[in-house]
């Protein structure tokens, strides 16, 4: 589903991403883990298409498509969903509003009829109960006023409506109760499908409690130092990032086995 | 100082027309006349040098030797005007209610319409209220009515401008809105102001200009709402020179808006004057979104103790179009309160102006005044002008006020770009946001709804995609 080669990216003119292969096929979860400033938000905006984010080498490719060379709403009507870590609040605009906006551009890019209000509503208010959200939130304005963990929900609540081929979810922990996490969590978990992709960027392991990843990633000065399974997640979490980051060189032959590995026959 | 020839080019059109002006044979309106007129010759159209007007421009006013309209027009044009007075969101209320005729009556909200400033009386929408009077100024001054006698001129400060001196001297129609003593209108009155281009079968198509003052009396412990339309044929170049008189009375509550769609080549010059008497309470709403040239002034003088005004405003502007916002609240009483909040929108080589004036006289002690100014420009070639300007002579207090000139943020922008929506759109729904902050001050979600919707096309630039939108 996702390709990502060699992948290079400034910002105001300073290197973050400095070589990212990655492969994720449908039906995976990968987890994408990583100190401050290692460039995983990084990642996360140059695959969403946002401005100041400059790729300076390499390519991603999305179904069979240069991602890279598709505006912003184009990656998200072809599938591509960020959670965002800091979700904008928009006064003056309800989310009933923006999301049945958002939720009409990507069916008419399938070219699905525009779902009226009352099926709007109708679909919103039961998505809204996956989530424990009051419905009662459609008619406030986008994230006005709303708790962190509200904020969170939102974002999950959009991708349930949203139903994206590639979630990208950026420190969706952070800022999380245990409740929280655990409804958002909950929200992910329902998500998963054979069809469907998701990219977990999490500074901590305790999300990926809640969500099982198949693949992680450890992220360093804006390489993958390190591969693995599930239990990868759990040995950061023991040992923290220190003994990634002397421990380069393995990374380093891991990042050329998976390399070699996605090259291989099953993609 | 009007230079000689404009003065008594309008002093010469005086004299031709007095005679034939509704109300010609009232003493008390034909002294009023002549102060006006003598006055205009003093003022002439404010210059450059006037700083009320330093920013608005009104040379091409002045310039324009403007023909008066021609009534066959308003005949010839009929179809159209019926037509856009059935647009008005009142109209839409009816139909819903169709289903029930014997409650269409009861519930349908009065219009009362003017073209090129005369009252056309086959084109209103009739709907009586108990306890308001709502009929055109010429009946009433041809009928020498008492109620107007009284009424006409008591808010007017003749003297301020040779806009406000023209008026005083030619307004002979407009509407007359009177609300009886403890009366509560429930439904709203529209007035709709229409302006014509002419018809080169009838006329030579000059810019024509017209002088109407509206008039709403507001009785002791009265409520009502009164919304003024104005809209015209897209072709008309002509210049409205309106004024309205708001009278609100011990404990009575007004809810009062001025919708501006005027023709894209007009010129709208509108000064809305408000004495509030003890209790009372003025709710006053602008929405600028056409003409070429506007002026919009909100004079408020809060006359009584406890009175109360909020003066909410949105410009929407686009191409060369230039609006000018000036409002003066004078608390000339302890206990009064204002708030006022005015929004621009301002896109291409518009520009917007904002003078929010707030007057505390030396007596008048226990005030509470808020106001802000905030604008969105959303081209490079958009130009924001607020002036706050605070006369505050009493001790207690309470007054704020604050101005932003800012663009759409880039976060909201790309938030809504990853969910899908395309970056035109997302920048007129944003936009359309910003506004919605007014609209629903407004109270009425029709209207509010229609002026969202009015506010969509104005920021579109492909027409088909927003028919698409209207249809979902």
Redesign the interface.
Known sequence: MLKIRNLHAQVDGKDILKGITLDVKAGEVHAVMGPNGSGKSTLACVLTGREGYVVTKGSVEFEGQDLLAMAPEERAREGVFLSFQYPVEIPGMSTAYFLKAAVNAVRKHHGLDALDAMDFLKLAKEKAKLVHMDESFLNRSVNEGFSGGEKKRNEIFQMTMLEPKLAILDETDSGLDVDALRTVSEGVNAMRSPERAMIVITHYQRLLDHIKADMTHVLSDGRIVKSGGPELALEVEAKGYGWIAGDSQAGHSELAKVAKAVEGPAS | MASQSTAERYKAAFEAQRGELAGNGLPWLASMRDDGIARFGDLGFPGKKNEDWKYTNVSSIAGTEFALPDVAVAAARRAVIAAAVAALPVAKREQREQSEPSEKAAKAEPVLVFVDGRFAADLCVDAAIDGVRVESLAALLGQGDGAVEKAFGQCLDVGSHGFAALNAAFAADGAVVIISKGTTAERTVHVMHYVTAGAASISPMAPTVSHARNIVVAEAGSRARVVEHYGGDLAATGLTNVVTELIIADDAHLSHAVVQSAPAGASHIHRVEARLARGSNLQSHVVTLGAELSRTEVRVVLDGEGAECTLDGLYALADDQHADHHTVIDHAAPHTNSRELYKGVIDDDARGVFTGRIIVRPDSQHISADQANRNLLLADGAVAEARPQLEIYADDVKCSHGCTVGRL????M??????????T??RR??T??????VLEELGDEELAQALRKQLGRKLQKNPAEQQ?EDA?
């Not at chain 2, 790309?414 to 970056?423: K, L, S």
Request: glycine share 12%; net charge negative; aromatic share 12%.
């Open positions: 943020n880039e976060e909201s790309f938030y809504m770009r990853q969910r899908g929506v395309g970056e759109e997302a729904l944003l359309v946001a910003f506004a919605g902050e698409a979902s």
